[in-house]
């Protein structure tokens, strides 16, 4: 199956950015485009919620609590998915996940994949 492992997290002042990767291991490249992948995100005591999302003709959608300050991408050849973080809030502080919908072929149609590969999780603090 599909491993991922994020990278790029860690802490910030409000106001700055920062970029997370997620870097698929197991998967040829042209096996990897055909996901829909998305970041979710988790603080202690909620529920993961979807931040972002990219389908595999590259359709991407947001949580509202991002849009204009996220940028999901993906790089195929690469194998790697992005999360593009700028204009920074405390409320953006949470651990961060990467996810691959275990279906091949299966669009997103804007909405989040739910039966996932998942990464191991990144930590994103950004303080006031």
């Known amino acids: 199956q599909v491993q991922l492992v994020e990278s790029g997290g860690g802490s910030v002042q409000a106001g700055g950015s920062l970029r997370l990767s997620c870097a698929a291991s197991?998967?040829?490249?042209?096996?990897?485009?055909?996901?829909?992948m998305a970041w979710f995100r988790q603080v202690p005591g909620n529920e993961r919620e979807g931040v972002a999302v990219?389908?595999?003709?590259?359709?991407?959608s947001y949580a509202d609590s991002v849009k204009g300050r996220f940028t999901i991408s993906k790089d195929n050849d690469k194998t790697t998915l992005y999360l593009q973080m700028n204009s920074l809030k405390p409320e953006d502080t949470a651990m961060y996940y990467c996810?691959?919908?275990?279906?091949?072929?299966?669009?997103?149609?804007?909405?989040?994949?739910?039966?996932?590969?998942w990464g191991q999780g990144i930590q994103v603090t950004v303080s006031s």
């Open positions: 197991r998967v040829p490249r042209y096996i990897y485009s055909g996901y829909c």
């Open positions: 996810a691959a919908d275990r279906r091949l072929g299966i669009p997103c149609k804007g909405g989040y994949p739910s039966d996932n590969n």
């Open positions: 990219i389908d595999i003709d590259g359709r991407t």
